[in-house]
């Protein structure tokens, strides 16, 4: 057996608990496949630990239920199941093990295992938030938050979010300050808001840091220190938030309270748009297209402005459509500027359906039909688009069209 740094009394607990639940003893199979599921005193092998779980599970111990069903939940030491797992997780809930109540309702919520059951999940998460279970209580108030197994209902939801945020929960502190800022079943407040959220944040919840982060750059019940808003954006940032790496490449980008870097806000969006976060794609493509904060790259630019017009970004469509219509970082194809035109402008961007007016009046990549140029031109002129008002104008006084058609 290989052991490190293991003390004498240590391993003798362990010596105790084998040769007792050798002889049967449930409560010594449970501590020996806790030991062996931890790796406490011991390597950690997550076999044995399936093993001894088991057998205390098999005796009716509800701790070991609810660990076994955890391994086969995670396949840990085990092929994983998931109705294995609710069927070890039920067992055990129903001997009133909390944190099985907990797992079960999971379980339901998710339809892992289970047919998919928003009351039951509920009413598990129910039992065990009775036993004050902080994470049980933020689940059962979110249930009342969005509607999950009961209807909707604010003041039941925040009385569950107080309940689980004062045993210091730290979603239940993030819920619970988004109820502030949003005046969900109370009067809004920005301030009780950054209190939660400050709560949450101490905890390091990076969803919390970032909201703490964004009510110190925009002055949200607090007062603006745009530093401050850096300082937690990066804590959530680092964390992987890509909604906080999205702000932070903002802030860095315009300033805002800060030395201006375009090269360090570069970094953060390129992190965010790893993440699929569609408006960093976006503003990425457009630091490439510019040459800011990186030398230009009309190649980097169309990469970053596809996998964001993919998401159906209208903005990054059009740029799409232009960079085949003018060959930047690709080779010039005007049929494909058409569709990408087309995307954008079926979503109302008034840029793209006077492009397409444009394409349509030419037969640059479609064939040619004034009528589908004057119609494109009109949509974008009724949003005021000048070049498109100039466009239809220059067709109606040519004599191309009389009257606008408006039937595709």
């Known amino acids: 057996m290989n052991r490190q740094n293991t003390s004498r009394e240590n391993y003798q607990t362990y010596v105790w608990f084998r040769q ?42 509800a701790f070991a239920q609810n660990h076994l ?58 039992r065990a938030a009775e036993q004050s279970v902080g994470s049980a209580q933020n689940l059962l108030a979110e249930c009342y938050l969005y509607g999950n197994g009961a209807s909707i209902n604010y003041p039941l939801a925040m009385a569950w979010f107080r309940k689980a945020a004062v045993q210091g929960e730290p979603q239940a502190q993030l819920n619970l300050g988004l109820m502030y800022q949003r005046g969900q079943g109370v009067e809004p407040s920005d301030a009780q808001a950054v209190c939660w959220f400050r709560q949450a944040a101490a905890q390091g ?13 925009e002055a949200l019940g607090v007062r603006a220190d745009p530093l401050r808003a850096v300082a937690w954006l990066e804590r959530a940032g680092d964390q992987g938030d890509k909604d906080a790496q ?5 802030i860095l980008s315009s300033g805002h309270g800060v030395e201006q870097d375009a090269s360090r806000a570069l970094g953060w969006y390129l992190r965010a748009a790893e993440q699929g976060h569609v408006l960093a794609q976006y503003n990425l493509g457009s630091m490439y297209a510019s040459g800011r904060g990186v030398g230009q790259d009309a190649q980097r630019a169309l990469e970053w402005y596809l ?3 993919e998401q159906g970004a209208p903005n990054a469509q059009f740029n799409v459509g232009v960079s085949f219509a003018n ?6 194809d005007e049929s494909q500027a058409a569709h990408w035109y087309r995307l954008a402008a079926d979503q109302g961007d008034a840029s793209a ?22 119609y494109w031109y009109g949509l974008a002129a009724d949003q005021g688009h ?21 039937v595709r």
């Open 246 to 250: 999205f702000q932070l490449g903002v």
């Open 386 to 406: 000048a070049l498109a008002r100039h466009n239809l104008g220059a067709m109606v006084d040519s004599g191309r069209v009389v009257v606008r058609d408006t």
């Open 307 to 309: 996998r964001a017009a």
């Open 205 to 217: 919840d990076p969803a919390a840091q970032r909201q703490l982060g964004i009510a110190y750059a």
């Open 69 to 126: 069903g955890a391994l086969y939940y995670n396949g840990r030491g085990v092929e994983k199941s998931d109705p294995e797992a609710a069927y070890w997780f039920r067992h055990a809930a129903e001997q009133g093990d909390a944190s099985a109540q907990q797992n079960l309702g999971q379980m339901y919520r998710k339809g892992r295992g289970v047919e998919q059951n928003f009351e039951m999940a509920l009413a598990w998460f129910y």
């Open 353 to 374: 359906q006077n492009n397409l007016g444009v394409l349509y009046a030419n037969g640059q990549g479609v064939p040619q039909d004034d009528n589908m140029a004057a």
């Open 20 to 61: 007792a639940a050798e002889r049967g003893d449930a409560y010594a199979q449970f501590n020996l496949g806790l030991m062996y599921k931890k790796g406490e005193c011991i390597e950690r092998d997550f076999a044995k630990a399936f093993k001894w779980l088991r057998q205390a599970a098999l005796q009716g111990l």
């Open 327 to 332: 060959g930047n970082g690709v080779t010039k």
